[in-house]
């Protein structure tokens, strides 16, 4: 049956091959280029030394050097788009076929007339390619975490959509369920196109649902407030998931939505008036004060629990789809 399933399934295989080391010949030289830039820059060693502190001094140092390698390589960063496709094509094209071509072709008849039952032939199937599924997404997830490490330091944080989605533990999760929603898709539509189809949208609308509605939810948000006259002004370079932030006046209302303000040392109150000129025009536009910056975030040392509740969800659904196609299988003629 092993052996059945390598001969059924090594064009695959060697395509996803070809198309990791096509990827790899991108990744690789880009990844090293930025890591360079990134060191050699001083830029690390000045984020290392700003730390991850929420509220800091000044981070205007670091400031101008990251906004070079940003403007380096900024297009760069939309290689994640093609990372991110990376498990709904083992979906579509590991997982779909597995069923639905034996069933087109009208194979399925002879295989379960040689003494091997149906739920050995399909959990066979699954387990061989669920196992070149995990370790692809493996080394996927490892390789995309080592290239975006740079982006990711430099402000961009790995809680960031898209970012998220191509490190830790989650594109296991969500390669293993493609897989098992591939082979479920095939067992309905019980030919090839259609399948794909099927599981390409089912992919997109979980993972879609799962990212806008369940994670953001996953812990308790925390908030930050900090006097727009502090000395002290938020480090954008600490990886925080940022839900959304303003500024507040003396009644809480927030008062300028996506924004900040600063009549301290940082902000510098300008000429007329310093900073106590600043904080009069600020309660002339905005109401009477103290006014705050303030800041609703989940913080950057919980990426790793935000991973493993995500896996565990798409692991959990992994397990069912397989269990239902396992049943389908059965009634199939």
């Not at 082979?183 to 949208?201: C, D, F, H």
């Not at 806008?212 to 998931?241: H, K, V």
């Not at 896996?311 to 389908?328: C, K, P, S």
Request: overall charge positive.
């Amino acid at each position: 049956m092993i052996w059945l399933t390598w001969r059924q399934h090594r064009k695959q295989a060697l395509w996803t091959a070809a198309a990791i080391l096509a990827l790899a010949a991108v990744l690789v030289p880009t990844g090293l280029a930025m890591r360079s830039s990134f060191q050699d820059s001083g830029l690390g060693a000045c984020l290392r030394a700003l730390g991850h502190a929420r509220l800091v001094n000044d981070s205007g140092g670091c400031e101008a050097l990251s906004e070079r390698l940003q403007n380096k390589y900024d297009s760069t960063a939309y290689l994640a788009v093609l990372l991110v496709l990376l498990p709904v094509l083992a979906g579509v094209f590991l997982g779909a076929p597995l069923v639905a071509r034996e069933v087109e072709n009208g194979t399925h008849r002879l295989v379960w007339t040689q003494g091997i039952s149906r739920r050995r032939w399909i959990l066979t199937k699954f387990g061989l390619i669920g196992a070149v599924a995990l370790v692809l997404s493996v080394g996927y997830a490892l390789g995309a975490a080592w290239w975006l490490q740079p982006l990711a330091d430099n402000g961009l944080g790995r809680f960031r959509y898209l970012v998220f989605d191509v490190q830790g533990v989650a594109p296991i999760g969500y390669t293993l369920f493609a897989v098992a929603l591939g082979i479920l898709a095939g067992t309905l539509a019980r030919r090839v196109l259609p399948a794909m189809g099927i599981s390409l949208a089912a992919f997109i609308a979980v993972r879609a649902a799962v990212e806008l509605f369940a994670r953001p939810y996953f812990q308790p948000a925390r908030t930050l407030s900090y006097a727009i006259d502090s000395p002290l002004t938020a480090n954008r370079f600490a990886g925080s998931w940022i839900y959304q932030e303003g500024v507040r006046n003396g009644t809480g209302t927030l008062v300028l939505p996506d924004g900040r303000i600063g009549c301290g040392p940082a902000g510098g109150g300008g000429p007329d008036g310093g900073s106590a000129g600043c904080l009069a025009r600020i309660a002339q536009d905005y109401g009477p004060g103290p006014h705050t910056n303030w800041q609703e975030y989940q913080p950057a040392d919980r990426f790793w629990t935000f991973q493993a509740i995500e896996t565990g969800i798409f692991l959990a659904l992994t397990v069912l789809l397989v269990t239902v196609a396992v049943r389908r299988v059965r009634r199939i003629s």
